[in-house]
């Protein structure tokens, strides 16, 4: 009976003890009850306390500004080492600046003008916007209400011009591996998340 009554109190506590010490049990564990289940867990509350519960206790930190090196130093050798292997990311200026993407992309009326019945990949934080294309996305944002174009990959499927437009020699040269997929996102300042985590080697 007596050891009953301790596990009554053990557990409990173990269990409080590991919610703060042992946070990636937890995590995990709700990131496989979010995929095998149909809880949501950026919709919970719960979570979203217990995230900001353990960044509570996090010391303010320094930031620390991103390795920079140019473009005519971005060999494949250079880049894996600099990147400890592709895990920490880097900027490499220059490394498009003579690209027709760069020439023509920051420009709303060449995408409606050549692509604005492209379909798109868009949505907000909290929802997807259907049928989007190029047109209503710049439209969206001309009128007030802006939405964000995430990771649009298909387009360049059905229109292989777009990957040459990002093609150049520096890039092919420090290119890790054959190329996964293009993408392509447009969004305003603010929009998306402070973190992003993707798996692969993203360019």
């Not at 049928?131 to 710049?138: L, P």
């Amino acid at each position: 009976m007596g050891n009953k009554k301790n596990l009554f109190v053990i557990i409990p506590v173990l269990v409080a003890l590991s919610l703060k010490y042992v946070p990636h049990f937890w995590v995990y564990t709700a990131i496989l009850i979010d995929f095998y289940t149909p809880w949501v867990l950026f919709d919970s509350p719960m979570f979203a306390q217990y995230h900001e519960f353990l960044v509570s206790g996090l010391p303010d930190r320094e930031e620390i500004p991103l390795l920079e090196i140019n473009y005519t130093e971005a060999t494949k050798e250079n880049v894996r080492r600099l990147t400890n292997d592709y895990t920490v990311p880097i900027v490499i200026r220059g490394l498009l600046q003579n690209t027709t993407a760069v020439k023509y992309w920051k420009d709303p009326d060449w995408w409606i003008e050549n692509y604005g019945d492209e379909e798109a990949l868009c949505g907000t934080q909290q929802a997807v916007i259907e049928n989007c294309t190029f047109t209503s996305f710049f439209e969206a944002v001309k009128n007030g209400n802006p939405f964000y174009i995430a990771g649009a990959a298909s387009v360049f499927d059905r229109r292989p011009e777009l990957q040459e437009m990002l093609e150049n020699d520096a890039i092919k040269a420090m290119e890790p591996d054959v190329r996964t997929a293009s993408q392509v996102f447009i969004g305003l300042p603010d929009m998306g998340t402070d973190v992003h985590s993707a798996m692969g080697i993203n360019l």
